[in-house]
């Protein structure tokens, strides 16, 4: 209910709320997807560094969406 809550806030654009929630999450349950919203979420508020390091994280868990990953930091 937390992915899908802050997913609203998200598509609101009220991203400091949907943060809050995705934080929310325990680190154990995060997906990928969870944490591709997360660093859209900090790409968006130009916080490149956390954004570029989830990325990153995204792509050794899932190396076929590389390139759909990676277009995101270009």
């Known amino acids: 209910a937390k992915v ?31 944490e591709l919203v997360m660093a859209d979420i900090y790409l968006v508020e130009k916080d490149y560094p956390k954004a570029e390091e989830i990325y990153r994280r995204i792509v050794d868990q899932l190396p076929e969406k590389r390139d759909f990953i990676l277009l995101r930091l270009a």
């Open 4 to 34: 899908e809550l802050a997913k609203v806030y998200y598509y609101q654009k009220n991203y400091p709320e949907a943060l809050k929630w995705l934080a929310a999450v325990q680190e154990k349950d995060r997906t990928p997807e969870v």
